[in-house]
């Protein structure tokens, strides 16, 4: 439950005072009838078990092989890890860096911030700096190019189909099943009640 709290509306701009709003409620502008405030149910646990689920897919893109290209009995297996290494090897440092941030850096910082906010908020506990992290999470997004990463693989593959088999690996659903898990939690996550637990401590 929300407590009561002073609100502007962010399409008309009246000022008014919002009641606690229930779980699976919504508070509307007396006005115009904007969403003010929308107490989402279990507003933590969807998240969380989410933001784990991202973890493991995390860790199984990295760790998997990612494409296994055959030709005239030969087979040679790639993973993300090694992609960006002959990147870097083939005198595209720039590039190798690039992917190398988009791809597991900003996620995987993205991920574990994430998973400090939520946690200690879950149980109505405090980290440091958890609130400052937060605000800085949303900032991380926009840099998440996992959707675009993965559709330069698909062209490449269409592409390079006719010189060779190409197999997708586990890490190619992996990288996938990732980019709507991660989708799915941050919108799963309701700032209102992560920023309410910092104004009420309890
Ligand atoms: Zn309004």
């Not at 989402?40 to 494409?67: T, Y």
């Not at 937060?134 to 998440?144: D, G, S």
């Not at 690996?169 to 991660?182: E, P, R």
Request: aromatic fraction near 8%; include cysteine.
């Amino acid at each position: 439950m929300t407590s009561g709290v002073l609100m502007a509306c962010h399409d008309c701009d009246l000022l008014q005072s919002i009641p606690a709003v229930p779980e699976g409620c919504a508070a509307l502008c007396r006005r115009c009838g904007t969403v003010l405030i929308r107490n989402k149910p279990k507003s933590f646990q969807r998240p969380l078990a989410l933001l784990l689920a991202g973890a493991i897919l995390f860790v199984m893109f990295n760790a998997f092989p990612f494409l296994t290209f055959k030709k005239e009995g030969l087979e040679h297996q790639t993973h993300v890890v090694t992609g960006i290494r002959q990147l870097a090897d083939q005198g595209m440092e720039a590039l190798a860096a690039l992917v190398a941030f988009n791809l597991i850096i900003i996620p995987g910082l993205h991920l574990l911030a994430s998973l400090y906010v939520l946690v200690p908020v879950s149980l109505n506990r405090r980290a440091p700096g958890m609130f400052t992290i937060f605000r800085y999470i949303r900032i991380l997004q926009p840099w998440h190019m996992v959707e675009i990463f993965m559709l330069g693989v698909l062209v490449s593959m269409v592409k390079l189909a006719k010189m060779a088999q190409i197999v997708p690996g586990v890490a190619v659903y992996s990288l996938t099943a990732f980019i709507f898990i991660m989708a799915a939690a941050s919108a799963a996550v309701d700032p209102h009640e992560v920023w309410e637990r910092w104004e009420v401590p309890r």
